[in-house]
């Protein structure tokens, strides 16, 4: 059964940083792409960053230069440096892992970050 679990979300302060950790419980880990998206309330899921099988990562415009992405395949995770962090950077934060060739595509349940500012 697969299971994308995240960890590292929780309350800090405008300006401070956090960690974001999603555990893959995934054969064949190091051919998925994987990515982490963002839902705030009263808003649609968006893409904040993604890292292919090959480490070309790609980032949306507002993260850019504050985030970084990186995946572990030894380990089978992903992880979200988050550093310079904004208010509308609030969000419920999804760890994602997609297959296109073999129509795999698999979601976390999610880790609250808010933000104060």
């Known amino acids: 059964q697969v299971q994308l679990v995240e960890s590292g979300g929780g309350l800090v302060q405008a300006g401070g940083s956090l960690n974001l950790t999603c555990a893959a419980s995934?054969?064949?880990?190091?051919?998925?792409?994987m990515g982490w998206y963002r839902q705030a309330p009263g808003k649609q899921r968006e893409l904040v960053a993604r890292i292919s099988s090959m480490e070309k990562t790609t980032y949306a415009d507002a993260v850019k230069g504050r985030f970084t992405i990186s995946r572990d395949n030894a380990r089978n995770t992903v992880s979200l440096q988050m550093d310079s962090l904004k208010s509308e950077d609030t969000g419920v934060y999804y760890c994602?892992?997609?297959?296109?060739?073999?129509?795999?595509?698999?979601w976390g349940q999610g880790t609250q970050v808010t933000v104060s500012s």
């Open positions: 995934l054969t064949g880990f190091s051919a998925y792409g």
């Open positions: 994602n892992a997609e297959l296109p060739v073999y129509r795999r595509d698999y």
